[in-house]
Every structure is written in C-alpha cells, then in structure tokens.
C-alpha cells in the first residue's frame, strides 16, 4: 500500500503559480511511477503529467507542455508539480496517483493503470 497526500492548491490569478505536492507513505517510493490528473466539474479526469520512477522520465499533456513542471525527490518520498503561467481553464480538482512498475519508461497516461490516489486538491485560476 501507498498512501498519497496532496497539497499546494488555491486560488491564484491568471499568470499567476502554484507548487503542489504529493507526499507518500507505505512502500519504496522509488519503485513507483507518479501521475497528476485533473478534474473539473462536469468534465472527466485527464492527465496532466507524469514521472517516471527514477525521475529520469517525464512527460506532459498538450495544454499544460512548456507550463508545468513535474519533478520528484526520492529522499523525501515527495513529488512536485510547479505550475506557471495559470489560465482559468486549468481550475480543477488536481490528484497525485501512484503505479507500481518495474521499468523506467512505464508512465500511462490513464487514469485506470493507477491503483493509489490521494485525495485531491482545488486550484481555481481567476481571470
């Protein structure tokens, strides 16, 4: 078991940034690969970025690319998502969830291949 923790989130203007963290508790965090989704209202969750379990790897959707930053810290079972630039479409509920894997380049885009999730935290981006 992993259990995941979220913070970070609020309310920031638009071009404005966040630091959210996933703190993680339970088994070698570094045998996990770490996703950030998002949900806003009435809309499905969508992949937002993800990390590999070394942090060798990183990949990013379309609409944050250039934006956001995912990193993680291995020591201290943390990882980071810097948002920058923030526009009001990026207002959402954002989670952290974990996979195991056992190699470095297995980092799903879905959110069904992950098995451990925290328990999300808001961003609402005013115009």
């Known amino acids: 078991q992993v259990q995941l923790v979220e913070s970070g989130g609020g309310l920031v203007q638009a071009g404005g940034s966040l630091r959210l963290s996933c703190a993680a508790s339970g088994r070698t965090f570094s045998n996990y690969a770490v996703g950030w989704f998002r949900q806003a209202p009435g809309k499905e969750r969508e992949f937002v970025a993800g990390i590999s379990r070394s942090g060798g790897s990183t990949y990013y959707a379309d609409s944050v690319k250039g934006r956001f930053t995912i990193s993680r810290d291995n020591a201290k079972n943390t990882v980071y998502l810097q948002m920058n630039s923030l526009k009001p479409e990026d207002t959402a509920v954002y989670y952290c969830?974990?996979?195991?894997?056992?190699?470095?380049?297995?980092?799903?885009?879905?959110?069904?291949?992950?098995?451990?999730w925290g328990q999300g935290t808001q961003v609402t981006v005013s115009s």
């Open positions: 969830a974990a996979k195991r894997t056992y190699s470095d380049d297995d980092v799903p885009p879905f959110p069904h291949n992950y098995a451990y």
